[in-house]
Nanobody, 124 residues
Framework: VQLQASGGGLVQAGGSLRLSCAASGTIFAVNGMGWYRQAPGKQRDLVATITNGGRTNYADSVKGRFTISRDNAKNTLYLQMNTLKPEDTAVYYC???????????????????WGQGTQVTVSS
């Protein structure tokens, strides 16, 4: 099971970016998903989460500016980031709780997977 994040980049303050995170592998079900971020010298913090039913939760610092969504048919997670601020600069990581099959088997296991991270830089 793998998570592949993409969509980061350099943007001016006030601009927008859209991050994507695609899950792949022998997936039975993708449960809760989320975005986290880590700025240099700081701990990794929650940005937003979404359940497989679509219930969302946001960090106070991004409420009203960021929107988390998912496409369950594509096992893909999104983060639309608007009105970006320099303090949003960080490496963004996606996370998903996945139920997967062992290769070549009907047996399943649960795993919390992390994507590789995508850099978001907001210039002032």
């Amino acid at each position: 099971v793998q998570l592949q994040a993409s969509g980061g980049g350099l943007v001016q303050a006030g601009g927008s970016l859209r991050l994507s995170c695609a899950a792949s592998g022998t997936i039975f079900a993708v449960n809760g998903m989320g975005w986290y971020r880590q700025a240099p010298g700081k701990q990794r913090d929650l940005v937003a989460t979404i359940t497989n039913g679509g219930r969302t939760n946001y960090a106070d610092s991004v409420k009203g500016r960021f929107t988390i969504s998912r496409d369950n048919a594509k096992n893909t997670l999104y983060l639309q980031m608007n009105t970006l601020k320099p303090e949003d600069t960080a490496v963004y990581y996606c996370n998903a709780d996945i139920t997967a099959y062992y290769s070549g088997s009907d047996l399943k296991y649960k795993v919390a997977s992390w994507g590789q991270g995508t850099q978001v830089t907001v210039s002032s």
